[in-house]
């Protein structure tokens, strides 16, 4: 079993700046790829930007140039950097941890979200 934290968001201005960040916890975690994901509208989570295993970094394209993820596996920690806010980030963002069971499976933790809320 494997648990995500995350903290970071809060309220910004437009063109301000946060950084999420979301630690696993749990025995032996052996990490697939991780991810950010955002609510967005009628409850279906968006994919925001996410690290493959290979280390491939993937944005959705109103993240690229303005967010960044980052991850240190090894301390089961991936962040956020969010820059150049604007009001239309506004929401509930989610970090998301897919791990490689025993059986090989992959099975896909997590955060209980962060709220993002961009205002003047």
């Known amino acids: 079993q494997v648990q995500l934290v995350e903290s970071g968001g809060g309220l910004v201005q437009p063109g301000g700046s946060l950084r999420l960040s979301c630690v696993a916890s749990?025995?032996?975690?052996?990490?697939?790829?991780v991810a950010w994901y955002r609510e967005a509208s009628g409850n279906q989570r968006e994919s925001v930007a996410g690290i493959a295993k290979d280390g491939t970094t993937t944005y959705s394209d109103s993240a690229k140039g303005r967010f960044t993820i980052s991850a240190d596996i090894m301390k089961n920690t991936m962040y956020l950097q969010m820059n150049d806010l604007k009001p239309e980030d506004t929401d509930i963002y989610y970090c998301a941890w897919a791990v490689t069971q025993d059986t090989g499976s992959i099975r896909l933790y997590w955060g209980q979200g962060t709220q993002v809320t961009v205002s003047s």
């Open positions: 749990g025995r032996d975690i052996s990490t697939n790829a």
